[in-house]
């Protein structure tokens, strides 16, 4: 009987969860056909490079944070994992903007600083989106964790496309738009989870060495996955 009662509503968000996810990825592929015509194949080359770059970096810095929090909100024990994620995440931000402050100071005027600088809160606003996804899958939630996904998208398609219409973009711009889809996807998912943050955030140990460790497991196996694919 528990089957039976179970079937539709994972049933539903697995439908749920592929249907945004297949209008994420049309989106996307909206946005690297729009490049290519746009930047030509040097420029957009170089686009694809920093993308391919920036996606690697995510998997990497996340330390296997968003699955740790993805599993342990199904077995309603997040507080911990996601706690220490966080923390982990605004270390990450203070790294990042210290960083940014002595490239732009030494490489001032120069475009790969500038693109450096974007990659870099790109790669973090992923880290961010994925742990605010994963929360949101872990609780049950999954199609509003998946619309996360498509609002980023969305939103950095609508941006790519109305920036001819002022500047005159070049690679760092459209990586910048990029940025943006995701940071405000992070920041939809924050809000989306903003009660459960607080509550891990006050009830989460400080960050630590061995608290880092129990991500490396994790990270080395989403790491191989990429490098595959």
């Known amino acids: 009987m528990s089957l039976r009662i179970g079937l539709p509503s994972y049933s539903s968000d697995i439908r749920s969860l592929f249907i945004f996810r297949l209008l994420a990825l049309l989106v996307n592929a909206g946005c690297y056909v729009y490049l290519a015509r746009f930047l030509g194949p040097f420029r957009f080359g170089t686009t694809a490079s920093a993308v391919g770059v920036v996606l690697v970096l995510q998997v990497v810095f996340d330390l296997g944070g968003s699955t740790l929090v993805a599993r342990d909100a199904s077995e309603s024990s997040l507080f911990e994992n996601l706690g220490i994620a966080l923390r982990y995440r605004w ?6 903007l210290g960083l940014s402050f002595v490239l732009i100071v030494t490489l001032a005027g120069r475009l790969d600083a ?16 994925s742990l605010f996804v994963g929360l949101l899958i872990g609780l049950g939630r999954t199609s509003v964790g998946a619309s996360v996904g498509l609002i980023e998208k969305l939103t950095s398609l609508g941006l790519m496309l109305a920036m001819p219409l002022f500047i005159d973009p070049d690679v760092t711009d459209f990586i910048a738009a990029f940025a943006a889809g995701t940071v405000v996807a992070s920041a939809v998912g924050r ?3 903003r009660n459960d943050c607080r509550l891990a955030l006050s009830a989460a140990p400080s960050l630590s060495t061995r608290n880092l460790r129990r991500g490396m497991s994790f990270m080395a196996g989403s790491l191989g996955a990429a490098l595959q694919n």
Do not use: K, M, N, Q
């Not at 600088?117 to 989106?129: M, N, S, T």
């Open 91 to 96: 270390l990450l931000l203070r790294g990042l």
């Open 191 to 193: 809000a989306l989870t």
């Open 114 to 129: 500038a693109l450096v600088v974007v990659c870099g809160f790109w790669v973090l606003a992923g880290i961010y989106e």
